[in-house]
């Protein structure tokens, strides 16, 4: 495969999922403020702070307000990572490899990007929790369809590795942030309040029906356990590794390399920590601490692809 065709589907998954949890992030966010308006003490600035581009907010927003980060986090054309401009950029990158989707595929993401775009004008007005559900499910539909009409080759694993190390990414950065900001006061852990908003952090990666099938009570430790470790809900830290880790090797082994790309021991050294570490050492080590070196760790599981994959050929 030409990397500049494995590099352009990589990015082309990678973006469409970044616009995906970007509406979750927002959906969720809508729900909480109606539910619960009088514990909140500032629902919308966790969500920029997910970014890292605070000060690029800052800048052109200022407060961090309904209006401003829905604006800021879906449909603002300058910012390079709000979910209009990931799905535009998603569909040049489609655009680019046509020959490597099916014809389903790069429809359904044309829709996808156009039912955004179109939508713009009235959701900037009034941002609606039902049109962010309805951009997830134009997500899961674009995902299911790339799933049943192409062949899991070589080009499917790209996109798989691209598509994983954006969720595992957004998948880490809501628990960080949400995990110092979900609640106003101590003296609220342990209470209803408490429960409800960790509820709210599970649905935000669908995985509330998941977690309570195996447990009864909302427990923090066991809720940053299922988001970080568990083996087979596929939008759990490890899960999300574990496929990137499949998809490196069948991709290696496809292109017959003799020894393996930095990228696939990155990202087997990463599985074999999370494999090795539990759930009370990130707690007493510091959650902040250990998202952080897990966000490094998967940055560079990104840049070595370009090395071993994206750029070798133009370099050779």
């Not at 800021?72 to 680019?96: G, V």
Request: charged fraction near 25%; proline fraction near 3%.
């Amino acid at each position: 495969m030409l990397s500049r065709v494995a590099e352009s589907i990589y990015w082309m998954s990678r973006q469409a999922e970044r616009a995906e949890n970007l509406a979750r992030f927002i959906e969720v966010t809508l729900h909480m403020t109606l539910d619960q308006p009088e514990y909140l003490v500032d629902p919308w600035k966790p969500l920029v702070q997910v970014t890292g581009d605070n000060e690029w907010f800052k800048a052109k927003y200022g407060t961090a307000n309904c209006q401003n980060v829905v604006q800021f986090l879906a449909f603002d054309r300058e910012y390079h990572s709000s979910m209009l401009t990931c799905l535009r950029a998603s569909r040049e990158n489609a655009r680019s490899v046509r020959e490597a989707l099916s014809t389903e595929a790069f429809e359904e993401l044309n829709d996808f990007y156009h039912f955004v775009r179109d939508s713009s004008p009235s959701q900037l007005t009034d941002p609606t929790a039902d049109f962010f559900e309805q951009v997830r499910d134009h997500a899961l539909m674009w995902t299911g369809v790339l799933d049943n009409t192409m062949p899991h080759n070589t080009a499917w694993h790209f996109l798989n590795v691209g598509r994983l190390l954006e969720r595992a990414d957004k998948t880490s950065r809501i628990l960080d942030v949400k995990y110092f900001n979900l609640l106003p006061r101590v003296e609220d852990v342990g209470t209803a309040v408490d429960d409800l908003q960790w509820s709210t952090l599970l649905l935000a990666i669908s995985g509330f029906e998941a977690y309570r099938r195996e447990h009864q009570l909302m427990d923090i430790e066991k809720i940053v356990a299922f988001f970080l470790f568990h083996r087979t809900f596929p939008r759990s830290i490890y899960s999300c590794v574990a496929g990137v880790d499949r998809s490196l090797r069948e991709i290696e082994s496809e292109s017959e390399s003799e020894l393996p790309g930095q990228a696939r021991q990155r990202i087997a050294a990463l599985r074999h920590r999370l494999e090795n570490t539990n759930v009370k050492e990130v707690i007493a080590g510091g959650m902040h601490q250990f998202v952080d070196r897990l966000q490094i760790e998967l940055n560079a599981v990104g840049d070595s692809l370009g090395q071993d994959y994206f750029y070798a050929t133009q370099s050779a």
